[in-house]
């Protein structure tokens, strides 16, 4: 089965990359497409997790949906792929809806695993409180899978680059600027997140949370209250009206644990919350709890963590 | 201006998720049905301030069935001037944006909102699944939505950081946090609501993309494991050793 994954390169080629090849890999013969200025040796490297080629647009810089949409339907016709596969992050909700309007292909938007027996793949519904099974009717399919949700798996393979012509056509969305946090993680790909709550008691304290997460290199956090009293920016919002997050660890540091919280976070493999009081709530959907004052604790595991760091 | 917003009825933030009929369906017993937040604090906010400064009209419109209208009622006493149900069950996002783009061709918009997500299905499909129905431009995620004559300048999340862009009318939009504040209607918008249109109109007919066969709820969290604050070696050794994730 010819399998088309779709890769956003704008800021270089990352693990999401190796997993959504991975994960194309294990459903067949994957083609990659992309657009932009990339080196070819970045692009040969998805080669070490299955792709077999890679199709580029060099022209195509800052593409519109619309654009990326007729790229992306181009490529899958010239390879006759029925199966195209995106990494859940904020271009493919941009361009997966489309393409699945276009060529009348079932969208499975949050996938977390591989389809199972019956041909359903599982989904992450309810902002992380259940799990979905998905049938898809049509004869071609459209896969979004959620970041961090599969092993990237290096096979030692190796992959063609070629130079393709995407037909894009004109751009109606013109970007303007792009910005993005200067050497921060971004907190939807991070595998560690360090994450605060009201109980820092204010903006002046984050610095505690700083530490740890560099000591960590771990991706910060907060609570709702904490972004919208302004204590920190909007994109580290995380639950139920955030965003959701599946790190392998979640640290949380004075946040109760209110259930629109957890529905952000669940999704989390391991959980450790520090609270000054054992009744938080938070404990329930832990792992790790530790009773106690965040700005004793979180100094003392920052100095753990690169005592640990020095010695490994 | 004419502006179109995608209202969803969401399941109240606290509700117990649980399932029935083998797991097969949403066990809707005592759950509290609310406007889905992403629609209501964002897409349909920002669309009445612009209301409010340019002039126009907002009009909602909900795929769903007769027991939605109480929640389209409260989106009206937010504000909005007539709502529309298309009577039919939201069968997938594919079928949703087809009712929705439908009645959008016939009536002529100049923008259309919908919220980033619902919160139960978190798909993020039906805003950009309308647009290419209308081979219109589709800014997701958008953060900061102002209109200057016929051209939209928008700030949209991007890859862990922030993209303005501008685009020309009409064209669709999703709506994520910042966007503008939730407001709480008053008594005098409950009043207008209960006489505001509300036009019910019958489905087209859309074929099945995708369909939902079950669904599971995680497993349990065995009990969390208390550690010493004076012994953060010790997590730190757990975490290494038995959580593997550092
Ligand atoms: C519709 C809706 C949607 C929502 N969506 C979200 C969402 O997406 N994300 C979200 O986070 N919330 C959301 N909320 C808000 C949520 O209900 C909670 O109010 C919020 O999560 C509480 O934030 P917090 O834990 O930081 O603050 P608090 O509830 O005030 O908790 C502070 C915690 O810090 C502890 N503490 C105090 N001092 C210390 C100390 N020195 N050291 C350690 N611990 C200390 C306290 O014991 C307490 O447990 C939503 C609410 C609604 C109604
Ligand atoms: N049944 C519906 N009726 C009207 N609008 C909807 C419906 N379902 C979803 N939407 C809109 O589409 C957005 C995205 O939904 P989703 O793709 O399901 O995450 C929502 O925030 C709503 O604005």
């Known amino acids: 089965m010819s399998v088309l994954v779709y890769i956003n390169s704008a800021h270089g080629i990352g693990k999401n990359a190796f997993e959504t090849v991975t994960y194309g890999k294990k459903l067949g013969d994957v083609t990659v497409v992309t657009n932009g200025n990339v080196d070819d040796a970045s692009l040969a490297k998805l080669g070490e997790y299955g792709a077999s080629k890679v199709l580029v647009d060099k022209t195509l810089v800052d593409a519109d949906d619309q654009q990326l949409t007729r790229l992306i339907a181009n490529a899958a016709d010239q390879v006759g792929a029925n199966t195209i596969v995106f990494s859940h992050d904020h271009v493919a909700k941009n361009v997966a809806p489309r393409l699945s309007v276009r060529l009348k292909a079932g969208l499975v938007s949050g996938a977390i695993a591989l389809p199972d027996a019956d041909g359903t793949i599982k989904v992450n519904v309810f902002s992380g409180k259940a799990f979905g099974s998905v049938k898809v009717n049509s004869a071609k399919k459209i896969i979004s899978l959620l970041p961090n949700s599969i092993q990237p798996e290096n096979i030692g393979g190796s992959a063609t680059v070629e130079a393709f012509a995407g037909n894009a056509g004109d751009a109606k969305v013109k970007v303007l600027s792009t910005k993005q946090p200067e050497g921060e993680i971004p907190l939807p790909e991070a595998e560690l997140v360090v994450s605060a709550g009201r109980g820092l008691k204010g903006p002046e304290n984050w610095g505690i949370v700083e530490d740890l997460a560099k000591a960590l290199g771990a991706a910060t956090a907060c609570s709702r209250p904490v972004s919208d009293i302004g204590w920190r920016p909007h994109h580290e919002h995380v639950g139920q009206t955030g965003i959701a997050i599946r790190p392998n660890l979640y640290i949380a540091a004075g946040i109760s644990g209110a259930i629109q919280h957890l529905a952000g976070v669940n999704g989390s493999k391991v959980i450790v919350v520090i609270n000054t009081d054992p009744e938080a709530p938070f404990f329930k959907a832990a792992d790790y709890g530790v009773v106690g004052d965040a700005f004793e604790v979180l100094p003392k595991l920052t100095e753990a963590i690169k005592k640990f760091k020095a010695s490994n | ?246």
Request: hydrophobic share 40%.
């Open chain 2, 1 to 246: 201006m004419k502006i179109l917003v995608g209202i969803s009825k969401s399941p109240d933030t606290t509700s117990k998720i649980a399932f029935t009929d083998g797991n097969s369906k949403f066990d809707e017993n005592g759950v509290q049905y609310i406007v889905n937040p992403y629609d209501e604090w964002y897409a349909l906010v920002r669309a009445l301030e612009l209301k409010e400064t340019i002039g126009g009209t907002v009009t909602i419109i909900t795929v769903g069935a007769a027991a939605d209208e109480a929640v389209i009622r409260k989106a009206l006493a937010i504000g909005a001037d007539e709502a529309v149900r298309v009577d039919a069950d939201p069968k997938d996002a594919y079928y949703t944006a087809a009712q929705i783009a439908d009645y959008a061709k016939s009536n002529g918009f100049d923008l259309i909102l919908t919220g980033k997500e619902t919160i139960q299905y978190n798909g993020s499909q039906v805003g950009g699944m309308i647009a290419e129905a209308l081979d219109m431009p589709f800014v997701s995620l958008a953060t900061k939505l102002d209109v200057d004559g016929t051209t939209l300048k928008l700030e949209k999340e991007y890859l862990g950081g922030i993209q303005s862009v501008e685009v020309t009318l009409p064209a669709v939009v999703s709506c994520a946090k910042g966007m503008a504040e939730q407001r709480i209607p008053n008594m005098r918008g409950i009043m207008a609501a209960r006489t505001k249109p509300l036009t019910v109109i019958p489905a087209v007919q859309v074929e099945d993309l995708t369909s939902f066969t079950g669904y599971t709820t995680p497993p349990a969290k065995s009990s969390v494991k208390l550690i010493d604050p004076n012994n953060m070696d010790e997590l730190v050794a757990l975490l290494h050793n038995e959580a593997k994730v550092i």
